[in-house]
């Protein structure tokens, strides 16, 4: 089986938010599964030196116009948050725990807590937030608050943050295609075209 194609993402990541709605459906058909990883940005811009993007003059402004266009653009819900950036670590540890358990689930909750920050423009940075957020999918919230504070799990996420870092990953979305690292929400036409090829 060729191995999945890794989605690396930060969940207050505006740029990852519209890939989530199209990664799946990139590969769909290729033979390859998604493996969504959330990682914290926060550490990568520690190492690289990058800001938010709407705090950089002139290009905040571009981004800011620019998610809206891609909201039109894709017929998706856009709401620019009145909290941004946030800390995700919430967020990306509740990921992990559900994975473990049940991928599937994980990735809805992916998608839901996505929906809520970006579509909806609703905090989500709280494990109260998250917990609410979850708690449709049928996520208990005693357990989940429990897991959230467990050190192990805690450990996961920065265990993954930093294997993001050891493979290359410095911005958000951020792809690994057979090994090639491919960055950017508007790249995916290349990982379908890489997989199709068999890379050039």
Request: hydrophobic share 40%; aromatic share 16%; proline share 6%.
């Amino acid at each position: 089986m060729p191995e999945p194609v890794k989605f690396y993402f930060d969940f207050s990541s505006p740029y990852s938010y519209f890939a989530s709605f199209k990664i799946d459906e990139t590969c769909e058909g290729l033979g390859r599964e998604v493996s969504w990883r959330p990682f914290l940005l926060g550490a990568l811009f520690k190492i690289t030196g990058a800001q938010p993007l709407n705090t950089v003059p002139m290009k905040g402004e571009y981004c800011e116009n620019d998610w809206q266009r891609l909201g039109r653009y894709m017929n998706v819900p856009w709401t620019m948050p009145e909290a941004f950036p946030i800390a995700t670590q919430a967020t990306a540890r509740t990921f992990y725990w559900l994975h473990d358990q049940d991928p599937a689930l994980a990735k809805k909750f992916a998608k839901e807590a996505f929906m809520t920050y970006f579509g909806r423009g609703q905090d989500i940075s709280s494990v109260d937030a998250v917990a609410e957020l979850a708690a449709p999918l049928g996520v208990d919230h005693a357990a989940l608050q429990a897991a959230l504070s467990d050190d192990k799990i805690k450990q996961r996420l920065k265990d993954e943050t930093q294997s993001a870092i050891d493979v290359g990953v410095f911005g958000a979305p951020y792809f690994i295609v057979d090994g090639e690292g491919i960055w950017g929400s508007d790249r995916m036409w290349m990982i379908r075209r890489w997989i199709e090829r068999g890379g050039w």
